[in-house]
């Protein structure tokens, strides 16, 4: 039984703790924290996830969005809220860790304040979207923009590689759908995000700027950042290893839990773990 203790940084963005000390890793969470209101029990259920796949013993916070981000939402405000997160809450250089979304902007702080990421891990992610993942954030903006709730979580019901796990989320859609929706966030919020992402201005050469020791961890197949762009990351990163994980999708991190948990404890062992 771990304990997650749940709270705010800025007054704003939520975040979920599990274990102590200044050397936890931080972790910024995937697109469902802004999708979704940023309720503790939503936060604890993903804390609860990550628990399964990161190495044994791993302090770390989650940490969300903020749910009434201002008009001018952007990567680079989104990257100084981190940034000063980790200055007045983590030893530095820190360990940061992006999940899907949240591993663009987890590149953008690494290649914005170099000084304070030692270790980043972008996991079932990348620096931007591939060409397919930019359409699929269109189409989920337009959505978004006329409120069709059904057809924005439809989207989702197809991200598995398993068959029978994309059936049970439309079994559940069907017959979970007002409570599903209810938890939503507001469509402005997730309009924002999802257009702050496209308008993503990290180049190969400010990912050269990215000293952190790095690891990419996805699935070959992932409709959001498949078509190369894992790959162009770690040639634009120096040093950076990649493990993609053949014919594996966006949910590589919930359908191989137990090799990722196995390559982010191998690679935490020996590069991202090591001394800097």
């Not at 269109?138 to 796990?165: D, M, N, S």
């Not at 000293?211 to 950042?225: C, K």
């Not at 053949?246 to 982010?264: G, I, L």
């Given at each position: 039984m771990h304990n997650i203790e749940t709270g705010l940084f800025l007054g704003r963005l939520p975040f979920a703790k599990v274990g102590r000390g200044l050397e936890s890793l931080l972790i910024i969470n995937g697109g469902q924290g802004f999708m979704m209101k940023p309720e503790p029990s939503r936060l604890e259920k993903d804390a609860g996830r990550l628990i399964r796949i990161l190495p044994s013993g791993t302090s770390f916070v989650l940490i969300g969005y903020d749910p009434a981000p201002k008009a001018d939402l952007s990567l680079e405000g989104m990257s100084r809220d981190i940034a000063e997160i980790i200055g007045a809450n983590f030893k530095k250089p820190a360990g940061l860790m992006g999940i899907s979304y949240g591993g663009v902007v987890a590149t953008q702080v690494a290649a914005r304040y170099p000084d304070l990421v030692g270790k980043l891990i972008l996991l079932a992610s990348a620096h931007g979207f591939s060409a397919?993942?930019?359409?699929?954030?269109?189409?989920?903006?337009?959505?978004?923009?006329?409120?069709?709730?059904?057809?924005?979580?439809?989207?989702?019901?197809?991200?598995?590689?398993?068959?029978?796990?994309?059936?049970?989320?439309?079994?559940?859609?069907?017959?979970?759908?007002?409570?599903?929706?209810?938890?939503?966030?507001?469509?402005?919020?997730?309009?924002?995000?999802?257009?702050?992402?496209?308008?993503?201005?990290?180049?190969?050469?400010?990912?050269?700027?990215?000293?952190?020791?790095?690891?990419?961890?996805?699935?070959?197949?992932?409709?959001?950042?498949?078509?190369?762009?894992?790959?162009?990351?770690?040639?634009?990163?120096?040093?950076?290893?990649?493990?993609?994980?053949?014919?594996?999708?966006?949910?590589?991190?919930?359908?191989?839990?137990?090799?990722?948990?196995?390559?982010?404890?191998?690679?935490?062992?020996?590069?991202?773990?090591?001394?800097?």
């Open positions: 397919d993942g930019k359409k699929l954030l269109t189409k989920q903006i337009q959505l978004a923009k006329a409120e069709q709730f059904h057809a924005l979580l439809e989207e989702f019901t197809t991200v598995f590689r398993r068959p029978w796990l994309n059936l049970l989320l439309r079994f559940r859609l069907r017959f979970e759908e007002r409570r599903l929706i209810a938890r939503m966030g507001a469509p402005s919020t997730i309009v924002r995000y999802l257009e702050a992402m496209l308008d993503n201005d990290v180049t190969k050469e400010g990912l050269r700027d990215i000293s952190a020791r790095t690891l990419i961890l996805g699935g070959e197949r992932d409709q959001f950042f498949g078509g190369g762009m894992m790959e162009a990351t770690a040639r634009a990163i120096r040093g950076a290893k990649l493990t993609v994980l053949r014919e594996e999708t966006h949910m590589a991190p919930v359908e191989r839990a137990s090799d990722v948990s196995n390559t982010s404890k191998n690679s935490f062992d020996a590069e991202i773990g090591a001394a800097p």
